[in-house]
């Protein structure tokens, strides 16, 4: 037999690496870096700062998180291994579904499927020699995030080379893709509209262009007046109808005209309500003249130009019984039992009417129950008076938020129960002398999306606060996207607000500051609830817009998307795990279609012309551009930036 020898020196040196192995802990690394859905990551407890435990296993080091969440972590080829026990915390105190996945320089090294409360921790031990960037990702395995308290649990590394350190999502810079509208007029908005007989009408022409401007409007039905300098067009009309007008603008540079469809009938909001809310910017700071400056700069930034018409005020403009603002402390309600703006509001028809002289509607919100979401007064036992003091007061929308409507309710959830505060509402609404637009806020209980139109509703909230999963769009979005088959005009499935530019924290109701999302992320976040014809209602701070912000606000081709008026949601063709497809009927016989990526990673994504029922070599035109990219055959393909979408018209 032949003895084998092992050189000496290679010896020594296969010893020497094992030697110098460590083992870094994931809870040493700065965790600032970190994001989540909810709250912030945690040390050697759960999210709840509790001992973390798993399927009633103890473990005493790890990192406490809550989905949606990821950590990126800069290897650098310097670690060997990862190990970790991972689970829904015991402490959750509800049903949570997460998923856990660890991903290494794009790959997809371990996954965990869904995970349930209760459920025995899973072990994860993989190799990571060579890879430079690992991800650590929990998902909300597609139901939304609540009581998703999940654990990384003696999380640690191998580390041979050099120690792994969490790294800040890849900084990009604001591109701004849209060409500047040029000063030639050019109408905008919706090519359809729908109003009550016999109630104010106001419709406040949405054109681009240079001002002086000189509108026109033929075909225009008795009752109604057009203000041609201004062009807003005010009035009522009087006999129900389709009344097919052309809108027309002029300036020293050119003209613009624009077919025009007024419904006069029962059906309100036959394309997705646009406009501004002054929640997730200002919170309980917000005053009659925050709300004045609100309409002025939707005129002079152009945002009206392009169709944003509501000017609404959510929580916090009623009094509270206690509030940190003493402005805002003061009797709910007047002898008579009408509900009392605080101090900061001193005239509510005054400020409607500053709203409506520039052509914007007036917005207006409330709770069924007794109290707000923030304490303020509720309409509980009030819905009538309340609903005539809208009226009266002249706003045009309602925010109904179902808050402490549940101590009313006692728990019960049945559909009945679900519909009741809406209904009552709704019929309410229905008999002023008003067009009031109802948007319910209920957070999607009941799939409210199967039954807000019977209760009166023109839109209703699909799911929870986007402010508090703003990491998490592509899910939200997707979730929104299976209840497409009840999207159609004057019935809009409600995703939440926009919020680029400045926004607040949600979870501390700060102070507005850069949002938190990439120039991308941006993009595809109008993207998106254009695709899905979800309203448009921006909530971020309307003083610190910048030129990029308006680019992803205002571009009308994107916009169009959005109002077109056969109402479509986008449906959703699944690729892989990480890309998409998003594709939506426009009545002109074209398709909006977006590829989507939701990976960490840039992609390659492609729309093959046989799965989106395209026959032919159509011409594919770049939405966010404004440009040509010419005819293709069979299929079209592109690279998708991480978390991007890719925005096209394809006819």
């Known amino acids: 037999m032949r003895t084998r020898t092992f050189p000496v020196a290679l010896l020594l040196a296969s010893l020497s690496t094992v030697s110098a192995a460590e083992t870094v802990w994931l809870d040493t690394l700065d965790l600032s870096q970190m994001t989540q859905g909810w709250g912030t990551p945690q040390t050697n407890r759960s999210i709840r700062e509790l001992p973390l435990s798993i399927g009633g296993r103890k473990f005493e080091r790890g990192v406490g998180t809550h989905a949606t969440s990821l950590a990126r972590i800069g290897l650098g080829g310097g670690s060997e291994r990862f190990r970790a026990f991972v689970g829904v915390d015991d402490n959750a105190n509800g049903a ?130 057009l203000d041609s300098a201004a062009g807003i067009i005010t009035g009522a009309i009087a006999e129900r109808g389709e009344y097919r007008l052309t809108l027309r603008a002029k300036n020293r540079h050119g003209r613009s005209s624009r ?122 036992q009030h819905e009538a008076q309340d609903a005539k003091q809208f009226a009266d007061w002249g706003f045009d929308l309602l925010k109904y938020d179902w808050c402490s409507y549940g101590e009313i309710a006692k728990g019960d959830k049945s559909p009945d129960a679900l519909k009741k505060p809406y209904r009552l509402m709704g019929d309410l609404l229905k008999k002023q002398n008003r067009d009031i637009l109802f948007n319910l806020c209920q957070y999607g209980m009941g799939n409210v999306w199967e039954w807000g139109a ?93 030129e990029f912000t308006l680019n992803v606000l205002c571009n009308p081709e994107v916009i169009e998307v959005n109002q077109d008026p056969l109402g479509q949601c986008a449906r959703v063709i699944e690729l892989d795990e990480s890309t998409f497809i998003m594709v939506k009927d426009l009545a002109d016989g074209a398709k909006a279609v977006g590829l989507c990526n939701r990976g960490e990673m840039e992609s390659t994504v492609t729309a093959r012309w046989a799965d989106l029922g395209i026959k032919g070599r159509p011409r594919v035109r770049d939405l966010w551009r404004q440009k040509d990219l010419g005819r293709f055959a069979s299929e079209f393909k592109t690279s998708v930036a991480r978390h991007g979408v890719v925005l096209v018209r394809v006819k």
């Open 454 to 546: 019977e209760v009166g509703g023109q839109s209703w909230r699909t799911s929870g606060d986007l402010g508090f999963e703003l990491n998490n769009l592509f899910n939200v979005a997707l979730k929104n996207a299976e209840h497409r088959a009840w999207s159609r005009p004057g019935s809009w499935n409600d995703p939440d607000y926009i919020q680029v530019g400045y926004i607040g924290n949600a979870r501390v109701g700060g102070l507005p500051a850069p949002c938190p999302l990439t120039p991308t992320e941006q993009y595809s976040f109008m993207s998106l609830w254009c695709l899905m014809a979800s309203p448009l209602f921006y909530s971020g701070d309307l003083t610190q817009l910048d």
């Open 96 to 225: 949570a579904t997460i998923t856990f996945k660890v991903m290494a320089d794009g790959r997809t090294l371990w996954q965990s499927g869904v995970m349930k409360s209760g459920d025995p921790a899973r072990e994860v031990d993989v190799d990571l020699r060579g890879v430079n960037t690992l991800l650590l990702q929990v998902g909300d395995a597609g139901d939304g995030i609540s009581f998703d308290h999940a654990n990384w649990a003696e999380a640690r590394f191998i580390v041979s080379g050099a120690r792994p350190q969490i790294a800040a999502v890849p900084q990009e810079a604001a591109v701004i893709l849209t060409p500047k509208p040029g000063p030639a007029p050019r109408i905008n908005g919706p090519t359809v509209y729908g109003c009550r007989p016999g109630n104010p009408f106001l419709y406040r022409i949405p054109t681009q262009g240079e001002r002086p401007m000189t509108f026109s409007v033929s075909g225009m039905p008795r009752g109604l007046t």
């Open 259 to 380: 077919p025009f469809k007024i419904v006069c009938g029962d059906t309100l909001s036959l394309t997705p309500s646009m406009g501004w809310n002054h929640w997730y910017a200002h919170y309980d700071r917000i005053t009659d003249a925050m709300m004045r400056e609100a309409a002025d700069i939707l005129v002079s930034s152009g945002m009206a130009d392009v169709g944003y018409q509501y000017v609404s005020i959510d929580d916090c403009w009623m009094n509270a019984a206690k509030q940190r603002d003493p402005m805002r402390v003061g009797p709910l309600r007047d002898e008579r039992g009408n509900i009392l703006p605080n101090k900061h509001f001193p005239d509510m028809k005054a400020l409607t009417d500053y709203i409506h002289a520039k052509g914007l509607k007036a917005g207006i919100y409330t709770s069924p129950g007794p109290r707000t979401c923030a304490g303020f007064a509720g309409s509980h």
